[in-house]
């Protein structure tokens, strides 16, 4: 039997299938394609901050000497985006998915204009405010609007072109990074390049229509039929409609025993089984994808390569490009497997790669940190007195310490490398313009995030191998997750609720990051990563049931039916 939003057999969905479905209807990748720049915007403003905030650092000497300040920088468009995802649930109930993604435009290009010219530290952040704003939006808002605009046969893979889009704007973020490492004004092109995309992005949803899920909703019946009979074949449009009508219908007669705003909703939406379990799953999987760690890497990755031991700012681009290419090239997997092979086991398969990564990149930091090259008392004097670090100068036993220790001793301290052989003694230099400068002038490396090391490139290694082990199941799989687990009149409060969750867990990690860094050090750090994942895993196991290939009445009533146990399995459909 066809269901709204899918045809028979929808189980038997692979990316073949989404392939052969846009070359029949093209009017399909347009749409999702079009709404999808949303997610190269997200992918681009979560992305470029990592690269620019090395150059950032080199421009505003408070933000190289507290680690709060670069952590309010990166943090402040996460939580602008918490934001942005709460008032973007609202809006996609009240004025469409099409709106939605045109106000989010707006912001993100009013944030790159501001972050541009910013004279201050503090002007940074306000632009990064706006963005982010405009990436909360965008983050529930697209992949929501693909769903809608989707045959549920194909309905995975176009939600995970959205993902494919995320990854590639980090990806992107990294090139530009790259290329304008030496140019004037590095990092405000870095940051201005983004008020680009959103211009385009507004004048092609102009001419898009909203989403017909919602129009039916507003009683604009012949609208979602024009669109329905550009995304399905003649024979299947009036069973569509049909569907359409009767989950409407039942919607509205639910709903009036309903009270009306916000507060109610809420009280009306975890008081509905079906959504209450929704939720549980929507939020954990959300969470879960923040708490592994990611965007530590996302945000702050050429600076966990400096940790790793390499001290070029270039260097650091180039090798973290390596890592965002690789999630770009996981999210290409999940858009071909995902729809054959299920939600919930890619989201536990990709979890215990990300476990295993993480609990061997904590070793491999730790045995970089106690290998540290030692500091020398003599090389440091050779640059004299005053340019040696006063906290070494004063350490009552100065013999002991290490590039690591010079560097935890004092965000005024930093290191530079023996000119012969980096891994010998070094010194413990003050951390300023000129110190760098003689250091460099013979032809030493300078360090001021990590220290010399042999196992700087098998922690870039296990880095790469943890984006691999996350990219296919947990970089994408929450996001199509939660496009389709909720009721309609409840999927913009549910992927909004869902969406807070992520961003607010964001926040917490990449606000915090740093500081765990100086306080458990970088390998104790990635060990917590590891834990909370473990945690998350659980989670998954416990509250996720499997969507895949289901419509979206077929989900709902799953929920519906579904004690515990049951979750724990597939969905058997009542054939009766």
Known sequence: MVMEGGVVKPDKTEFSECYKTIWRAPYIMRLAMSAGIGGLL????????????????????????????????????????????????WMNDKFGRKKSIMSADVLFWIGAIIMAFAPTPWVIIIGRLFVGLGVGMASMTAPLYISEASPARIRGALVSTNGLLITGGQFLSYLINLAFTKTRFTWRWMLGVAGIPPMIQFILMWSLPESPRWLYRQNKVDEARDI?????????????????????????????????????????????KVVRRGLYA????????????????????????????????????????????????GTIISMLFVDRCGRRRFM????????????????????????????????????????????????????????????????SCAFCAAG?????????????????GSCRAEHRSWYTQGCPSKFGFFA????????????????????????????????????????????????????????????????????????????????IFILVPETKGLQFEEVEKMLEKGDRLKLYGNYKRDTT
């Open 348 to 411: 536990i398969v990709s979890m215990f790669g990300i476990i295993i990564c993480l609990v061997v990149l904590s070793f491999m930091f730790f045995q970089a940190s106690t290998h540290a090259p030692p500091v020398s008392l003599l090389e440091s004097n050779h640059f004299g007195a005053n340019s040696t670090c006063a906290a070494f100068s004063s350490a009552p036993n100065p013999s002991s310490w290490n590039c690591m220790t010079c560097l935890k001793a004092s965000s």
């Open 460 to 539: 870039v290694l296990l880095m790469a191998l943890y984006i691999i082990s996350y990219a296919p199941g947990m970089g994408t799989v929450p996001w199509i997750v939660n496009s389709e687990i909720y009721p309609l009149r409840y999927r913009g409060f549910g992927g909004g609720t869902a969406a807070v969750a992520n961003w607010t867990s964001n926040l917490i990690v990449s606000q915090t990051f740093l500081t765990l860094t100086e306080t458990l050090g970088t390998a104790g750090t990635f060990l917590l990563f590891a834990g909370f994942s473990v945690l998350g895993l659980i989670a």
């Open 282 to 329: 929507g939020i954990t999987v959300q969470v879960a994808q923040q708490f592994v760690g990611i965007n530590t890497v996302m945000y702050y990755s050429p600076t966990i390569v400096q940790l790793a031991g390499y001290a070029s700012n270039k260097t650091a681009l180039a090798l973290s490009l390596i890592t965002s290419g690789l999630n770009a090239a």
């Open 42 to 89: 997200f992918g681009y403003d979560t992305g470029v901050i990592s690269g620019a905030l090395l150059y950032i650092r080199d421009d505003f000497k408070q933000v190289q000497k507290h680690t709060w300040l670069q952590e309010m920088i990166v943090s402040m468009a996460v939580a602008g985006a918490i934001f942005g995802a709460a008032v973007g649930g």
């Open 228 to 272: 329905l009979e550009k995304i399905y074949p003649a024979d299947e449009v009036e069973k569509e409609m049909k569907a359409l009508q009767q989950s409407v219908e039942e919607e509205k007669l639910a709903e009036e025993s309903m009270e009306y705003g916000i507060f109610s909703k809420i009280k009306n939406a975890w008081g509905n």
């Open 420 to 436: 012969a052989n980096k891994y010998n003694p070094g010194a413990c230099l003050v951390l300023d313009d000129a110190t760098r």
